[in-house]
Structure formats: C-alpha cells, structure tokens
C-alpha cells in the first residue's frame, strides 16, 4: 500500500502527530529543565573549587556555565513550544519554526552520542528516542508547508496525483 492511495497508512501517521508532539513538546521540557538542574550544578562546583582555568576568574566560569544551560534550556523551551502550538492547532511548523526543530534534532543527536560516554546506555535511549519523535514530525509535517498566504499546500509541487 503506498501513501498516494488513501490506504490507512497515511491515516495513522496522521493520527499519531498531534500525540507525538504533544509527547515531544513534553520531554523537551523535562530535558529543559534538567539541563538547567545540571548547569546550576556545575556553576556551583566550579565556584566552590576555586581554581582558574587558562587565567579565567572561578565566578566568570561559573556564570558561564549557568548562562550556558539558561540559553540551551531557552532553546529547548521555544522548540517545545512550537510543537505544543503545532500539535494544538495540527498544523504544520512555518520555515523559521522547523528549521528550529532541525537544529533541535541535530542537538538531541549530538547529545545522545555523548551520553553513551558521560552518562550511559539508558541516558543514550532516552535521547534517541526524542531524536525519534523530531525526525518523525518533522517527516510527518512534511508535506504541509504553509504558502506566504498561510494557506497550507498539500503535497508535491507536481499536484500529487497517482502515476
């Protein structure tokens, strides 16, 4: 069955976005709020140990660190954002918003590749599987790109019509 012939595959993926999203937009923001939890830390260990780093003051690095997560944890709040507001309305992300949720994969998967060393193998499953639900929403939103009207365009440019 492919996708052009109205079967119930196409019906179940659209079925499945509003939820997914709704569940990513959810982990996002407990990912949000633990890189903030992780960075207050390692604000407050850098501050405590009183050591410099290449010449760097301690309370520079700390506040580093803290500024670090608060503009990672921001970013993870605005893409989660967008996927609550899409999975709300079921409309597909404009240009700025899913080039936002590209970067926000691309982060997830950079991050899961080192928490296989920091962290572990449960760390690591956990972020492959926000990486999973990015990768299928942004395919699942795929073909609804909205025009400079806001009008949602379905399908490929060449109308979509079965071969």
Known sequence: MTAHDGGS?????????????????VLLI?????????NWILSIVVDRQQMSLAG???????VGAWAGGAVL?????????VLAYGALRDRAPGRLARIALICCA???????ALCVGLVGWPA???????????V????????????????PTEGPAGGGAPA
Do not use: N
Request: charged share 10%; with cysteine.
């Open 9 to 25: 595959g196409v019906g179940g993926v659209v079925a499945a976005r509003r939820p997914a999203a709704l569940v990513a937009a």
């Open 30 to 38: 407990l990912e949000a709020a633990g890189v903030l939890l992780l």
């Open 136 to 151: 299928f929403l942004l395919i699942a939103y795929g073909d609804r790109i909205p025009d400079p009207a806001g009008r």
């Open 73 to 81: 944890a921001l970013f993870l709040l605005c893409c989660a954002a």
């Open 56 to 62: 760097l003051r301690p309370g520079a690095m700390s």
């Open 106 to 112: 691309v982060v997830q998967g950079v991050v899961g």
């Open 124 to 134: 690591f499953a956990g972020m492959a599987v926000l990486l999973a639900l990015l």
